[in-house]
């Protein structure tokens, strides 16, 4: 749960209202989801001409999303072409030449998906082929320098051995194997995994001759091993060493180690220890000459805080150096991003580091007041200058290797990411339209930027989405959206969610309240060990502020959230009476128990100063559960059956139950095979049903449109 447009605009944007009889015009709808197009891991070719992407769409009858890769030239001249045959083709990497791009795929076979493994593809014409047929599957390819080998991850470790005990069945040839799992570790689920976490096998480096052709068969060197994972590829420019990132203790959540960054000889050998800091580093990026790195890194803090904003450094190379932090005055998220509900399904969304050909500057995308843009930061002296700007989210980039052309995906609160072209000194060109057929048909609304002052004058911002007809003299029902995280935010990306509410009839009120991030350290942090609390404040401020414009009905008001938000819309509820409607999506009731029972630990005190035996007053106070006998509002809970990172049991089974004894009206929704990602990445027809229900739920409470569903029988 908690771990976890490009024109410059006035603070305040206005609202835009579209005729609802714009010919040819409609209100958007649930179902679009099934039409929307995506795209994913924009690569720029070498030589900057083509673009190679992930296109994602729905296959509404196999309830599956589907992913093959495409190219566009950069220029915008041609419509992108589709690449690959495949439906889950991922990671397009071109080879230096430009003449070949390696990807990732994963095939079906006797009614299974099987592992993905490594695939090249000739830009000249043939098929794509397999360079890897690793057991367990390989993926992150890496290219080196000079295009003669590809560095790849794939997990390795001793497999299961069989177990003869006189019970091995009818067939003695095939010996009793155990299904049993011994766990030694407090980690041990995962949340996207319906298994137990394998800590027998680890994700190590591998390097592969890149063959010839097809008949080629080059058997995959192994550089890496033992029991910790290493990750993050990165080729020294000569080819001689590879860097990666790794956290070299055993059992981390004991301590406040966080990853480091190491190098590994190409042609094997002992590993070196490069550069660590007092807390994780990422995203390495090895300038061209070889002689420093950059990497995105997070201090943990003295005391170790809740959030740590992320900072841009460099570091020499060679051992030894203390890596210098470049942005320690810059209070805003770098390598951040805006959360919304359309990010790909599939397919990565890098956001590296670039250096700039002289070696003077790095470019990095940085979340800042519910915006993400890119950014420029001299090396010498840290400054940081804008490169693109206004209210819009840049979900992913590449760069060529000069520097001197950026391909990017943008999204913006009306429109679902597309590629735009940066040159030097040159505003972005979009060339890439895939929604357009779809949105030219639909009317939608624009968001209102809010500013408004909380309970101790803190500056919180919001927006407020109104329907596509508004009509001023009307009163409308209100419905509060609360992100997760808890350090997440909301802002200028699109959510889909939001815009069918409001094609519903509903004023959607969404804001970043304290804890939200790209609002700067203090402003993030200030949660810690008061979580939910003055949040709380802050979105009711919101509320209130919105009420001063007259046009909500005070007596129609609803409030929903998922993960943290799903944790802050049952504590609502048990503090005030003001709302009549809830949904509790992916929620957490019970801190005692969710210490004891989610997929990752919380033995550092960054949330609870000590463990729930220790100071179960904490705990209890902090639970909603606690003062469920405040609630009267109609709440549904929103459950995925395999959520690992809010369990039901301590979230809202607890919850229901309760309301359920009290008499007060509830019902719970439960979604087979779905995890903590149901509302971004869920089963196409899962994600439609969760909107569904929550609009149904507000319908019958809001609007008095009763849904038989929800009445016992």
Do not use: C
């Amino acid at each position: 749960m908690m771990r976890r447009f490009a024109v410059a605009v006035s603070a305040v944007v206005l609202l835009w209202v579209v005729s609802p009889q714009a010919q040819g015009k409609r209100f958007i709808t649930e179902k679009d989801l099934f039409k929307f197009t995506w795209i994913a891991d924009p690569n720029i070719s070498p030589d900057g001409s083509t673009v190679a992407f992930v296109r994602v769409t729905v296959n509404e009858k196999e309830n599956r999303y589907e992913s093959s890769l495409y190219a566009v030239p950069t220029d915008g001249s041609t419509a992108p072409r589709r690449l690959t045959s495949g439906i889950r083709d991922t990671t397009p990497r071109w080879s230096p030449d430009g003449k070949q791009i390696a990807f990732v795929r994963a095939i079906d076979k006797d009614g299974k998906t099987q592992p993905s493994q490594i695939y090249l593809l000739a830009m000249d014409g043939g098929e794509a082929h397999a360079i890897t047929d690793v057991q367990r599957g390989a993926g992150n390819p890496t290219w080196s320098p000079d295009g003669k080998t590809m560095a790849f991850s794939a997990s390795s470790g001793p497999d299961r051995q069989e177990k003869p005990d006189g019970q091995a069945g009818k067939d003695p040839e095939k010996p009793h194997q155990s299904d049993l799992q011994v766990i030694t570790r407090a980690v041990y689920r995962a949340n996207g995994n319906p298994t137990y976490v394998d800590n027998e096998h680890r994700t190590h480096i591998f390097t592969i001759r890149v063959p010839a052709d097809a008949m080629d068969k080059p058997a995959p060197r192994q550089l890496t091993d033992g029991e910790f994972d290493e990750g993050g590829i990165a080729w020294a420019p000569d080819g001689s060493k590879i860097y990666f990132t790794s956290t070299r203790v055993s059992e981390p959540y004991y301590t406040e180690a966080g990853a480091e960054l190491f190098s590994v000889p190409a042609a094997g050998g002992e590993l070196t220890k490069i550069a660590g800091i007092d807390g994780s580093i990422g995203n390495i990026s090895v300038s061209p000459d070889g002689r420093r790195i950059a990497f995105v890194g997070a201090l943990s803090g003295k005391p170790i805080r809740s959030y740590s904003q992320p900072d841009l450094w460099i570091t020499d190379a060679t051992p030894g150096t203390t890596p210098k932090n470049l942005t320690a005055s810059y209070d805003y998220d770098v390598s951040g991003g805006i959360g919304g509900d359309q990010a790909a399904p599939r397919g990565q969304n890098r956001k590296p580091i670039v250096w700039s050909r002289d070696l003077s500057s790095l470019l990095i995308v940085s979340a800042e007041k519910g915006s993400a843009n890119l950014k420029r930061v001299t090396i010498a002296s840290g400054k940081i200058d804008a490169v693109t700007d206004g209210p819009q989210d840049v979900v992913a980039y590449s760069a060529t290797p000069d520097s001197s052309t950026i391909a990017m995906t943008l999204s913006t609160q009306t429109s679902i990411n597309d590629i735009s072209i940066l040159k030097t000194s040159a505003k972005p060109q979009q060339i890439t339209r895939v929604n357009d057929e779809l949105f030219n048909g639909i009317t939608q609304s624009q968001p209102e930027e809010l500013w408004y002052k909380s309970f101790d004058g803190k500056n919180i911002q919001s927006w407020i989405l109104k329907p596509p007809d508004f009509d001023p003299a009307k009163k409308y029902p209100l419905i509060l959206e609360i992100h997760g995280g808890p350090h997440a935010a909301y802002g200028n990306t699109y959510t889909h969610e939001f815009q069918w509410m409001a094609a519903k009839g509903y004023v959607v009120l969404f804001t970043n309240p304290r804890g939200s991030t790209s609002y700067g350290q203090d402003f993030g942090n200030i949660i810690q060990y008061h979580y939910p609390g003055d949040d709380y404040k802050d979105l009711m401020a919101g509320v209130d502020e919105i009420l001063k414009k007259g046009y909500i009905d005070p007596n129609r008001l609803g409030v929903t959230g998922g993960s943290g938000g799903g944790l802050l819309t049952n504590w609502t509820i048990t503090q005030t009476q003001r709302f009549k409607a809830a949904v509790a999506q992916r929620d957490i009731a019970d801190w005692y128990g969710f210490w004891f029972t989610a997929d990752f630990t919380l033995f550092q005190p960054t949330w609870f100063r000590k463990a729930p035996w220790e100071d179960p007053q904490d705990f209890s106070a902090r639970s909603p559960i606690t003062h469920v006998a405040n609630v009267t509002t109609p709440t549904m809970f929103v459950l995925g059956d395999q959520d690992y990172r809010t369990p039901p049991a301590n979230g809202g089974e607890e919850m229901f139950r309760a309301l359920k004894y009290r008499k007060i009206p509830t019902v719970m929704v439960r979604f087979p095979r779905e995890t903590h990602e149901l509302s971004r990445s869920g089963e196409p027809w899962h994600r439609i049903e969760r909107l569904q229900h929550i609009v149904g739920w507000m319908d019958q409470w809001l609007q008095g449109k009763k849904t038989a569903a929800y009445t016992n029988p």
